[in-house]
């Protein structure tokens, strides 16, 4: 069993960043793959980024690929995910998830056994 809590969200223009946070607890990460998906109001929960259960491979979805960046700090059982040239599109709220099933990762939810309370990101125009 694993807790997750994230943290880091807030209001930012249009071409800034904000790093999101998710710590664990409960047991370490690397025994887990971890992603980031996102919601906005209306829509389905999208894919953002993942790893691998190492923490070696990332995966991104065609619309933050070149601007987000995932990454673990294992001594911290936390995972991070860097938003950099943040548009008005992806404001939503953000949610990180772990695997204990899917080693290599997933696009999909229903491949995630533990989420987070998610954090709400809003860039403004």
């Known amino acids: 069993q694993v807790q997750l809590v994230e943290s880091g969200g807030g209001l930012v223009q249009a071409g800034g960043s904000l790093r999101l946070s998710c710590a664990a607890s409960?047991?370490?990460?690397?025994?887990?793959?971890t992603g980031w998906f996102r919601q906005a109001p209306g829509k389905e929960r999208e894919f953002v980024a993942h790893?691998?259960?190492?923490?070696?491979?990332?995966y991104y979805g065609d619309s933050v690929k070149g601007r987000f960046t995932i990454s673990r700090d294992v001594p911290k059982n936390t995972v991070y995910l860097q938003m950099n040239s943040l548009k008005p599109e992806d404001t939503a709220v953000y949610y990180c998830?772990?695997?204990?099933?899917?080693?290599?990762?997933?696009?999909?939810?229903?491949?995630?056994?533990?989420w987070g309370q998610g954090t709400q990101v809003t860039v403004s125009s």
């Open positions: 409960g047991r370490s990460f690397s025994s887990y793959a």
């Open positions: 790893d691998t259960w190492s923490g070696s491979d990332t």
């Open positions: 998830a772990a695997s204990a099933t899917s080693y290599s990762g997933s696009m999909r939810t229903v491949d995630y056994d533990y």
